[in-house]
């Protein structure tokens, strides 16, 4: 009989370890398929048209011509270039905007730290295209600042270098996206023991050497995390430099758009849609590599 009990004991035991087993899968099973069947399922068929699939009537024809066009056109790797270039100086902008701000809201706000963090969610629930055509009437040759200038005696004609280039798509890009920026590191900035900066400075640590010692190894993660929300995203934006940017801010999410909507060129625009994924990608395992900085020796 006691046997028989073991025996019937382990069989539960077994069935509960199981069940324990299965139970996150059980839980995520529903998320995965629709993450499946919204995110990877259209971007098998992104790939399909970049390789020759027809939507609608037409016969498949399977070649990677699309991706030799993009691949070898001249025009899409200066296109490619400026891509980079005002990305990474607005990415670097909102770092450094963005690592003193979330510091100080982590560590110096006391009671404003809460409003703070509530204006720039609020700051971000403004319609990105009014903030873009904020920007154009403030800086464009009949906007405030011309208008005030004007109005003093400094200048007696508009100034046109104001709008329609790359600096100014870096400047809107960075105010678009700050909020994206800060509140990744001004979480990962609130899980540091401040006791660490007080014994650094009782050490006789300056500020300097804290914040290249405690301060960015440990709010490496926060880092990662806004390279992923922000700057990978900055390549696909379109509605930025398409209003503010002009010819010398053009970018590949315009490219996109000019492929698909204005050409009718969905073979030619899916195979750029596929090589900006696979960049962010690699800009995902730097960002990732570059997050482990805090496990490195300091």
């Not at 399909?48 to 939507?55: A, H, R, Y």
């Not at 607005?90 to 690592?99: C, D, K, P």
């Not at 204006?119 to 800086?139: E, F, H, K, S, T």
Request: net charge positive; proline share 4%.
């Amino acid at each position: 009989m006691t046997a028989v009990h073991e025996i019937a004991t382990a069989v539960e035991a077994g069935t509960k370890r199981r069940r324990r087993t299965w139970l996150p899968f059980g839980y995520l099973s529903v998320p995965m398929t629709v993450l499946v069947l919204l995110v990877f399922v259209p971007t098998i068929i992104l790939f399909l048209i970049s390789l020759g699939m027809k939507v609608g009537r037409g016969q498949n024809v399977w070649s990677l011509d699309a991706y030799a066009s993009i691949l070898t056109d001249p025009l899409y790797h200066k296109v490619a270039l400026t891509t980079v270039f005002i990305a990474t100086c607005a990415m670097i902008v909102q770092l450094v905007i963005g690592v003193p701000l979330a510091y100080v809201m982590a560590f110096k706000s006391g009671r404003l730290e809460v409003p703070l963090l509530l204006g720039l969610v609020l700051l971000d629930q403004l319609n990105p295209v009014i903030r873009v055509y904020a920007w154009r009437m403030l800086l464009g040759r009949n906007g405030i600042i011309n208008g005030f200038l004007q109005a003093i005696g400094v200048i007696n004609n508009p100034i046109d270098w104001l709008l329609f280039n790359e600096v100014t798509v870096v400047i809107v890009l960075s105010t678009s996206w700050i909020t994206y920026t800060v509140i990744p590191l001004y979480a990962a900035m609130k899980a540091i023991d401040t006791r660490l900066f007080q014994a650094a400075a009782d050490l006789g640590a300056g500020w300097l050497v804290m914040t290249r010692r405690i301060l960015l190894p440990l709010a490496a993660p926060g880092i990662f995390m806004a390279v992923l929300l922000v700057y990978i995203p900055l390549f696909t934006d379109f509605a930025t430099p398409t209003l503010v940017g002009g010819t010398s801010g053009y970018m590949l999410g315009q490219a996109v758009n000019d492929l698909i909507l204005e050409q009718g060129d969905l073979a030619r625009g899916a195979a750029l849609s596929n090589l900006m994924l696979l960049a962010a990608g690699v800009v995902a395992a730097i960002a990732f590599r570059l997050a482990k900085i805090n496990k490195l020796e300091a």
